[in-house]
């Protein structure tokens, strides 16, 4: 049997076979546990763009760009697994995407929480992905110099161990 590979660190890569196959992990036999996860993106808005979303109530021709990226968010967290190979579908208990106008740009905010028996970090990292993305496709007709500067896990609760970082 092939020895299983690891990462650089010298943990063994989870999402490998014995045979260094990809494969989904097993989660069968873990217990359900209360699993969240917080992950944020940062889009930086063009001076004429974050003008016209405040003067227009966050409105461009498309639509209502704040409540479309919400709902855009919360379809994409629910539907990760379609997304990402190894991601398992959950039965999400809840989703909640807030979207802020800060200077220079907006700030995506996607939690997700979950009972089962894995966690829910990369259905947090999708919803704050896809909102973003939405944000840049509702408002490309002002501007094509919106940049979509980052996507990151701010915080995870439940699992083998919990992570949070400073903002």
């Given at each position: 049997?092939?020895?299983?590979?690891?990462?650089?660190?010298?943990?063994?890569?989870?999402?490998?076979?014995?045979?260094?196959?990809?494969?989904?992990?097993?989660?069968?036999?873990?217990?359900?546990?209360?699993?969240?996860?917080?992950?944020?993106?940062?889009?930086?808005?063009?001076?004429?763009?974050?003008?016209?979303?405040?003067?227009?109530?966050?409105?461009?021709?498309?639509?209502?760009?704040?409540?479309?990226?919400?709902?855009?968010?919360?379809?994409?967290?629910?539907?990760?697994?379609?997304?990402?190979?190894?991601?398992?579908?959950?039965?999400?208990?809840?989703?909640?995407?807030?979207?802020?106008?800060?200077?220079?740009?907006?700030?995506?905010?996607?939690?997700?929480?979950?009972t089962h028996r894995?966690?829910?970090?990369m259905e947090a990292?999708?919803?704050?992905?896809?909102?973003?993305?939405?944000?840049?496709?509702?408002?490309?007709?002002?501007?094509?110099?919106?940049?979509?500067?980052?996507?990151?896990?701010?915080?995870?609760?439940?699992?083998?161990?919990?992570?949070?970082?400073?903002?």
């Amino acid at each position: 049997m092939a020895a299983r590979k690891t990462s650089r660190s010298g943990h063994a890569l989870t999402h490998v076979d014995a045979a260094n196959r990809p494969t989904m992990v097993d989660v069968g036999e873990k217990v359900a546990t209360a699993r969240t996860a917080v992950a944020e993106a940062r889009i930086r808005l063009p001076t004429n763009v974050a003008k016209e979303l405040a003067r227009s109530g966050h409105r461009t021709k498309k639509g209502p760009v704040f409540d479309t990226a919400v709902i855009a968010g919360v379809l994409a967290a629910k539907r990760t697994h379609e997304l990402i190979p190894f991601c398992h579908p959950l039965p999400l208990d809840h989703v909640a995407i807030e979207v802020v106008a800060r200077r220079g740009g907006l700030t995506i905010t996607c939690a997700v929480r979950v009972t089962h028996r894995t966690g829910v970090e990369m259905e947090a990292l999708t919803g704050a992905s896809v909102a973003a993305l939405t944000v840049y496709d509702m408002c490309k007709a002002l501007s094509h110099d919106i940049v979509i500067e980052s996507v990151r896990l701010v915080s995870k609760r439940g699992g083998k161990r919990d992570f949070s970082r400073r903002r």
